[in-house]
Structures are given as structure tokens and as C-alpha cells.
T-cell receptor, first 111, second 112 residues
């Protein structure tokens, strides 16, 4: 099993550009999460999904959209990137117990 | 919403010594408290967790204690080794979606 994978690993955007981050898990997990990690602030929840076709807002959802069309994939979109969205983005998934499994992260820089 | 505070932000210990990291939480409904270890350039990895119906849990050199009344929990690492050097995060969650609220992290450095 590959676990949780994230694509791409690194990306540089210009202000106003759009992009989609892909998270994929092969563990048949129901729950999936997107977090951002900034220096000195820990990880903060952006959006999450409790199952295929469902999404919900987390702590810092503004400027992001998500979709969960397939159970194994959770997409995070930035429609118009801003420098404040420079961060490391982590995806996580969970079955029914509490433990969340994290992917390796995507480092995004917005110039 | 939930607020988790974590101290210290950095911790340096000599190999073989013990390390203690402390966290407090604000929401009395929180019922799950995991600890994650993050190595440079990698995603967080769960090292130990505790639920609100348990006061202490141990796994080899790692232990976690929970005081529900005071709303604080701590990570204890004994006989530290250089490979324990990393950033450690505490978190708290509640509800069926288990949304995690993280502390701000502790950078642990184990020196020879």
C-alpha cells in the first residue's frame, strides 16, 4: 500500500493563478482532511470530508475549494492564489478509529 | 472552538535524559489526544494517543498522561536518543469527524 500520496510535491505560482492539489489514499478510508502548516502555527484544518460526495469547512477555509468525487481522492483548489497561501499543505485520511494518516506534503510558494 | 497550547517551543536534552512536552486544551468535550512526530521534510506521524477515559498510556520509551480536570496532557520520552530529534505536535479532537486542533509544536534536539 502506498498510503496517502500528494501531488505535486512542490509548486511555485504567481499571484492570481489557479491550481489543484491532489490527495490520494489506497486504504479505503472514509474521512479525508486538508491542513496547512505555517511556521510557528502548527497545522490548521482547511476543509474535510466524511465520505464520498461530501465536504465541510474547517478552521481556515477562505480562498480554497475542495471536491471528493471519488472515495480515494480529495482535491484542494486555489482559484486565485495569494501570497498569504504560501504554505506547506498536508492531506490526511482516517477510517473509523481516530488515527489520521498524513501524506508527505506539498510545498506551495505564491509570488 | 478548541484551542490547544503547547510548551516549550524548543527543548534540548542530552542523550539518555528524559524530555517532557506539555499541552493544555480549552474544550471540555474533547475526547481524543494524539501526539505526532514530524521529521524534516515529512508529514506528521502518530507516535502515541490517549482517549479521555484513560489517565495514562505507555509504549516503550514514550508515555502520555491526561488530566481531564485541569485540561492538560503531557508527552514523556525517556532515555532519549539522537533519532528522537524532531518536531512534536500535540492535538485534541472531538466529535465523529475527529477534526484535530494542533498545538504549535516543540522542536526537540537530542545532543550527544
Amino acid at each position: 500500500n502506498a498510503g496517502v500520496t500528494q501531488t505535486p510535491k512542490f509548486r511555485v505560482l504567481k499571484t492570481g493563478q489557479s491550481m489543484t492539489l491532489l490527495c490520494a489514499q489506497d486504504m479505503n478510508h472514509e474521512y479525508m482532511y486538508w491542513y496547512r502548516q505555517d511556521p510557528g502555527m502548527g497545522l490548521r484544518l482547511i476543509h474535510y470530508s466524511v465520505g464520498e460526495g461530501t465536504t465541510a469547512k474547517g478552521e481556515v477555509p477562505d480562498g480554497y475549494n475542495v471536491s471528493r468525487l471519488k472515495k480515494q481522492n480529495f482535491l484542494l483548489g486555489l482559484e486565485s492564489a495569494a501570497p498569504s497561501q504560501t504554505s506547506v499543505y498536508f492531506c490526511a485520511s482516517r477510517l473509523d478509529r481516530d488515527e489520521q494518516f498524513f501524506g508527505p506534503g506539498t510545498r506551495l510558494t505564491v509570488l | 472552538g478548541e484551542n490547544v497550547e503547547q510548551h516549550p517551543s524548543t527543548l534540548s536534552v542530552q542523550e539518555g535524559d528524559s524530555a517532557v512536552i506539555k499541552c493544555t486544551y480549552s474544550d471540555s468535550a474533547s475526547n481524543y489526544f494524539p501526539w505526532y512526530k514530524q521529521e524534516l521534510g515529512k508529514g506528521p506521524q502518530l507516535i502515541i494517543d490517549i482517549r479521555s477515559n484513560v489517565g495514562e498510556k505507555k509504549d516503550q520509551r514514550i508515555a502520555v498522561t491526561l488530566n481531564k480536570t485541569a485540561k492538560h496532557f503531557s508527552l514523556h520520552i525517556t532515555e532519549t536518543q539522537p533519532e528522537d530529534s524532531a518536531v512534536y505536535f500535540c492535538a485534541a479532537s472531538t466529535g465523529t469527524a475527529s477534526k484535530l486542533t494542533f498545538g504549535t509544536g516543540t522542536r526537540l534536539q537530542v545532543t550527544l
